[in-house]
């Protein structure tokens, strides 16, 4: 309740000085999208944060070696959270790394979801815990395979290491994000690293939804929250939605970036079922002129929800949006860069369930150089994509299209 306090007290200060027009911000083309950074501190209290520095990955490989690197180098704690676990190489090395470290004395909190770590054997985690490290599951199934809550997952992939850095995107941990899957192959993803303010803001996230999984109390001190000394001017919120907000807070911020967008929108995302407001923006944008790119997998790894994406592309393509499917792998990526300032990178797709019924967080992230550089990576993947034409759209089989009418039927539950 302290903390509460504390947060609430610093939402409200930042509330005033918006109002008043006395934040300062690094960049002055920041002051553009204040509206932006006001809904999401009124929805979420996601406080904005400008001293960061940030590191983009588009490759597991890149991402997990980054990852290994700063689980080795960590000296207090290393606080973790994933949707999936799998029981194979990388996994079993994070695991080993993270059981040497709580041999070391640092501490160690390991969460994960209950649908996506299904599948571990039941003593994977032994050697951690007799460690010393802690392991804890988000809506555990009763008995194996079966839980009274297997339709809300905790979709969130954090990584926290002594306060001083944050892990948050869409890398998932196992051997099929290093592009090992024979099915999918190269596996396109994007993670961000991040140092700076914006780091406590996913501390505080990991923090609540590990008391609510493991039902114990936190003894919440300043180790947790230390003083970041940063370089960065890159400016941050930490925006966290679920079945438990009042507001749907990231699909609100989807569709505040369509709406607000000026010159383009661009997006990547592996299952497209907007809800009808994300749908009408994106049309809107389209017949204004905004320059809209969507960027699906050409391989689906959820049938139903591949064959009800395509069902929504139709109508959209009738209003000026032009829609991809990435050839190269899969496409995992969830991402929105908005005009030349504003870019989202996390964990929510851009679908019904991530919007009312996955736990979700997402770094909205404001900065032309981090911009810059999702829409360069935008770039090259488009040159692995084919585009989706009116003409070709129209070319769909009567049984495809059947498949489509029926996977959208079912598409507010896939």
């Known amino acids: 309740e302290e903390e509460d306090r504390y947060f609430d007290a610093m939402v409200e200060k930042q509330e005033n000085y918006l109002v008043a ?11 553009n999208y204040e509206d932006i950074i006001q809904f999401h501190l009124m929805s979420n209290s996601s406080i904005y944060t400008q001293d960061n520095e940030v590191e983009l990955f588009f490759s597991g490989v890149n991402k997990f070696n980054a990852l290994l690197n700063s689980i080795h180098a960590a000296k207090v704690y290393i606080h973790m959270e994933y949707y999936i676990i799998r029981s194979d190489n990388i996994s079993t090395e994070i695991v080993k790394a993270l059981t040497q470290k709580a041999k070391e004395g640092v501490e160690v909190k390991l969460l994960y979801d209950g649908m996506g770590g299904r599948r571990l054997p039941k003593n994977y985690f032994k050697e951690l815990k007799e460690a010393g490290g802690e392991v804890t599951c988000f809506f555990p199934p009763f008995v194996p395979y079966i839980s009274l809550r297997l339709n809300y997952r905790n979709h969130r992939k954090i990584c926290l290491i002594d306060g001083v850095e944050g892990y948050v995107g869409g890398f998932n941990i196992g051997d099929e994000y290093l592009g090992y899957s024979k099915k999918f192959g190269y596996w396109r993803d994007t993670h961000a690293k991040i140092k700076g303010g914006a780091v406590k803001g996913l501390q505080w ?17 300043e180790r947790y929250f230390p003083e970041i000394e940063s370089k960065g001017k890159t400016g941050i919120q930490i925006v966290s939605s679920g079945p438990d907000s009042k507001w749907e807070s990231i699909k609100d911020g989807y569709l505040k970036m369509i709406i607000n967008s000026k010159k383009k929108i661009y997006i990547q995302t592996p299952y497209f079922i907007p809800d009808d407001s994300i749908l009408e923006a994106l049309k809107v944008a389209g017949l204004s002129g905004v320059d809209v790119k969507v960027m699906i997998p050409d391989k689906p790894d959820h049938p139903f929800v591949y064959w009800a994406s395509l069902s929504y592309i139709g109508e959209l393509l009738e209003a000026g949006v032009q829609f991809y499917t990435y050839q190269d792998g899969f496409m995992h990526s969830k991402v929105l860069v908005m005009d030349d300032m504003v870019s989202s990178v996390g964990t929510a797709n851009l679908d019904i369930r991530s919007f009312k019924l996955n736990f979700e967080v997402n770094a909205f992230i404001y900065d032309e150089a981090v911009n810059k550089e999702i829409t360069s990576q935008m770039m090259k993947d488009l040159e692995r994509c084919v585009e989706i034409t009116k003409e070709s759209y129209g070319k769909r089989s009567a049984v495809v299209k059947f498949k489509e009418s029926v996977s959208r039927l079912l598409s507010p539950i896939l």
């Open 205 to 221: 996230r990991f923090l609540l939804d590990w008391r609510f999984a493991s039902k114990k109390e936190i003894d919440v001190s």
């Open 21 to 31: 027009n006395k934040l300062d911000f690094n960049d002055p083309k920041i002051s």
